[in-house]
Nanobody, 125 residues
Framework: QVQLVESGGGLVQDGDSLRLSCAAS????????MGWFRQTPGKEREFVSA???????YYSDSVKGRFTSSRDSAKTTVYLQMNSLNPEDTAVYFC???????????????????WGQGTQVTVSS
């Protein structure tokens, strides 16, 4: 059974940093593309970043240069380092996994088969 468990969310101030973690189990970790998405009330789930099995990373324009995704295969964990946070980054952040990893749809949440429960990130001004 696939399980993704996020951690590391919290309340921070404008300009602060946070690191989210997503521990994966029940998957052949090295074969999966891991994604991060975020969602605010009343809005669709938004792509944040993705990291493929080979370590290649992809980011949304809104976080490029501020967020960094990485993965530790030994710990079957993916990380999202978030720097220079601002109130617009406030959301529930979800970790997701997909076996397909098709580049043309890597930003599409519908591509991802497995999801974590989400962790709240709140940035105060």
């Amino acid at each position: 059974q696939v399980q993704l468990v996020e951690s590391g969310g919290g309340l921070v101030q404008d300009g602060d940093s946070l690191r989210l973690s997503c521990a994966a189990s029940g998957v052949t970790f090295g074969r999966y593309t891991m994604g991060w998405f975020r969602q605010t009330p009343g809005k669709e789930r938004e792509f944040v970043s993705a990291i493929r099995y080979n370590g290649y990373t992809y980011y949304s324009d809104s976080v490029k240069g501020r967020f960094t995704s990485s993965r530790d295969s030994a710990k079957t964990t993916v990380y999202l380092q978030m720097n220079s946070l601002n109130p617009e980054d406030t959301a529930v952040y979800f970790c997701a996994a997909t076996r397909t990893g098709i580049l043309s749809t890597i930003r599409d949440p519908n591509q991802y088969e497995h999801w974590g429960q989400g962790t709240q990130v709140t940035v105060s001004s």
